[in-house]
């Protein structure tokens, strides 16, 4: 029996990306897997298709379309959830939405106002909505659950845009603070930081970019090493905390798809002194 048989998974935003990859690691350990996305049909990102993937791998997959920019689907994908589950072990917070155009550089004033609430309230407050609307569900579950905050090292210095960082900064305080209130019962939360990520999206613009993909993490090397901590029965040691990809790939001896452990963030060090610092 594999180690997550009969637990019950939701990764929002699991169509692709790093969503798409932690739902597949949960599939390798035989989770009952929820995806969600906007997107459905036979293509390659779509919310069917990583659910077709999922139960090839030995998961059970479970797709539920949803707009996590409405409340009021939100609220029907939990209800569905826990009318067909009655519990959920493990909540991953991980849908995003990246502005079209993305917002790479420039001043803030150079992107329409639509940046903030594609990154803010689709990349945070939609996930505080899921949690929340998750949270009895979790509590059904009883002690063990955990919520995963996919948040990045744009929490801690600039990346990108100051929409993004104030997303992903206020992602790692509602981590903490969540930590703070589940801790009575016995539900963990940690904020994930994966380092470069050869996503779908990141493979498209990578040429333009300029960007070397050789030693960037796969998706499913994401996946697998946070997958490992659930397993392990140490989230709760490490609740309201930054999970580094490459300190959990270490700690649990973990191997993306090539048989490789990709590098971690390369300017982790450089940065964690300078936001000790001030």
């Not at 293509?43 to 009021?72: F, L, R, S, W």
């Not at 971690?264 to 450089?270: L, W």
């Amino acid at each position: 029996m594999a180690a997550l048989t009969g637990k019950v998974a939701v990764v929002t935003g699991s169509s692709r990306g790093i969503g798409k990859g932690i739902a597949l690691a949960l599939a390798e350990q035989g989770a009952d897997v929820v995806v969600t996305g906007r997107t459905t049909g036979d293509g390659p990102n779509t919310i069917d298709t990583t659910v077709k993937q999922i139960n090839e791998m030995g998961g059970k997959g479970y797709a539920i379309q949803c707009d996590h920019g409405d409340d009021e689907q939100i609220a029907a994908l939990f209800a569905e959830v826990g009318k067909r589950y009655g519990k959920i072990d493990f909540l991953v917070n991980n849908v995003y939405k990246i502005p079209n155009p993305p917002a790479w550089g420039g001043g803030f004033w150079d992107h329409p106002i639509q940046v903030w609430d594609d990154q803010v309230g689709i990349g945070l407050r939609a996930h505080y909505v899921a949690s929340w609307h998750a949270a009895q569900w979790l509590f059904a579950a009883g002690e063990g659950g955990a919520i995963v905050n996919v948040s990045s090292p744009g929490g801690l210095s600039y990346h990108f845009s100051s929409s993004y960082g104030a997303g992903k900064a206020g992602l790692d305080r509602l981590t903490k603070d969540m930590a703070v209130e589940l801790e009575p019962k016995g539900i963990a939360t940690v904020a994930l930081y994966p380092g470069s990520v050869a996503t779908e999206f990141i493979q498209e613009h990578a040429e333009a970019q300029g960007m070397d993909m050789s030693t960037m993490q796969t998706t499913l090397f994401v996946g697998r090493s946070i997958v490992a901590l659930l397993m392990s029965g140490e989230a709760m040691a490490q609740t309201g905390q930054i999970a580094w990809v490459e300190d959990l790939a270490e700690r649990f001896d973990v191997v993306d798809e090539h048989g490789k452990r990709p590098p971690g963030y390369d300017q982790r060090e450089e940065l964690m002194a300078a936001f000790r610092a001030g």
